[in-house]
């Protein structure tokens, strides 16, 4: 009741049913922790990806785009909302959900008449309002009732998910140690890894969990899309993979692929193919229904790779620096791909920078529907760009980290970093390895950024600081 309480005035705000030309079925492919290197096509030596390397040869590549933060549930809440997720409390993994004061995308695509699912990992608020029900920790752990925030209570119709992370082989089964020193013995017997898949309010599912976990996903999302086609009715499904975030476990099929190199790569590179493997099954699925051409299949990672050294993390960002929750580049610059057959006829490069807050503004755009004007945006409309009529971004991408202390603002070529130990500034464009840092050589362009990120942060905080604890 508390939350219909919040939910029923946001309703007056979206807009109604349009008519005229078919709309589109939307998917947002996430995988998790994938490192901007870590594909083929962007020139792996060992890793194969056909299937992404497809959708590279045939649809929109982005060459510069990025997760809406350095980590996980942030960059999430981005895509369902097109808001920097500080604004409504989204600040770490497990710290903060999608609020009820939120409208997310599938609220505003259920008004249009599709049927919504979500697939894979949620992380955008507790499954269960039971202590201990799952692998919680953070403001998960401490307030599980707070921050009850399942799909299923934000318009999503047909849920398979996750609260957060799970093996990527045998999802619910603990691997044991995955360092080679510690491995599991022989003969122990399994035991439940501790993160189940919900369809509903308690309702777990055990059935046709064995194997690879991107399989397992996906066996769930192609019925809701076969469905949907039946019924001829427009569908957005959100296809959220747990590969390649820990543990990371390939299966042997994947892992013969690679038994030329060493275990913990081989198990790395199975799993990515293995998801690999599942998109191009979207794909061959979406055409068998005959509506591959009127779908955008949209693809990227939450973030940039796992630090190397983490167990089996053998991911890149290839030349760009950092990993995982850095604001450097290889913390937030990730794959960025889109395939739509009925809107991009060929291949085409978008080389401005672009993010996972750009998707609900570009799917309102697609639609013909004006944005809220309630609340701030962050996103921008991407299909000028697409369709190649756009080549430079004029709103600036803003990033914060973890606790909010260091922050990032991004325009189409210079990049300004705030940090403790001192401002940073990059020509992008030219040093994408961020290894000159240019704050001094243009003072009249640093403080110019530097202004603008203040402000918008200070924006960002204050709207932080609204939202219940």
């Known amino acids: 009741?508390?939350?219909?309480c919040f939910i029923l005035p946001l309703l007056a705000l979206l807009p109604v049913a349009t008519s005229g030309a078919e709309k589109p079925n939307i998917i947002l492919?996430?995988?998790?922790?994938?490192?901007?290197?870590?594909v083929g096509y962007n020139g792996h030596p060992h890793l194969k990806t056909p299937h992404l390397d497809q959708m590279h040869r045939e649809g929109v590549t982005f060459t510069r785009f990025y997760s809406g933060a350095a980590m996980?549930?942030?960059?999430r809440g981005s895509c369902l909302t097109g808001r920097n997720p500080y604004r409504y409390g989204i600040t770490f993994a497990m710290a903060g959900m999608l609020e009820p004061t939120e409208i997310p995308i599938t609220s505003v695509l259920k008004k249009q008449g599709y049927t919504t699912g979500h697939f894979g990992k949620w992380h955008l608020g507790t499954l269960s309002k039971e202590m201990g029900d799952q692998k919680r920790w953070g403001t998960f752990a401490k307030k599980p009732e707070r921050y009850y925030c399942p799909p299923w209570e934000r318009d999503v119709d047909v849920s398979f998910v996750t609260?957060?992370?799970?093996?990527?082989?045998?999802?619910?089964?603990?691997?044991?140690?995955?360092k080679k020193k510690a491995a599991k013995k022989t003969g122990e017997p399994a035991k439940a890894y501790g993160n189940d898949y919900f369809t509903g309010p308690g309702q777990k599912v055990t059935e046709n969990t064995k194997g690879d976990d991107s399989r397992v996903v996906m066996d769930r999302a192609i019925p809701f899309i076969q469905k949907a086609a039946r019924e001829e009715t427009p569908f957005f499904a959100a296809v959220w993979f747990h590969t390649p975030h820990s543990p990371v476990v390939g299966g042997p099929k994947y892992r013969k692929m690679?038994?030329?190199?060493?275990?913990?790569a081989q198990h790395y590179y199975a799993c990515l193919t293995a998801m690999d493997e599942q998109v191009g099954r979207l794909r061959a699925e979406l055409k068998s229904l005959g509506i591959a051409d009127n779908t955008m299949v949209w693809f990227c990672s939450d973030n940039g790779p796992a630090r190397q050294g983490s167990p089996r993390h053998v991911g890149t960002a290839k030349n760009l620096k950092g990993f995982k929750l850095s604001l450097n580049e290889g913390g937030i610059r990730v794959p960025g791909l889109l395939v739509w057959p009925a809107k991009v006829k060929k291949a085409r490069t978008v080389n401005a920078p672009c993010f996972t807050s750009d998707y609900f503004p570009t799917i309102?755009?697609?639609l013909g529907i004006e944005l809220p004007n309630d609340r701030i945006y962050d996103g921008v409309n991407l299909l000028p760009f697409v369709a190649g009529k756009q080549t430079e971004r004029k709103k600036p991408l803003g990033f914060l980290n973890k606790d909010g202390k260091e922050s990032a603002w991004m325009e189409q070529r210079y990049k300004f970093i705030s940090r403790k130990k001192g401002p940073e500034l990059y020509d992008i464009v030219e040093d994408p390895g961020?290894?000159?840092n240019l704050i001094d050589e243009k003072p009249e362009i640093a403080k110019r950024i530097e202004i603008s990120l203040a402000a918008w942060r200070t924006g960002v905080i204050t709207e932080l600081k609204s939202v219940p604890k």
Do not use: F, H, N, R
């Open 1 to 4: 009741m508390k939350i219909l």
């Open 29 to 38: 492919v996430m995988t998790d922790d994938q490192g901007w290197g870590d």
């Open 72 to 75: 996980c549930s942030p960059t």
């Open 258 to 264: 690679y038994q030329d190199q060493p275990e913990p």
């Open 163 to 178: 609260e957060s992370k799970v093996p990527t082989w045998d999802p619910l089964v603990d691997p044991g140690p995955l």
């Open 434 to 436: 961020e290894s000159k």
């Open 364 to 366: 309102m755009a697609a």
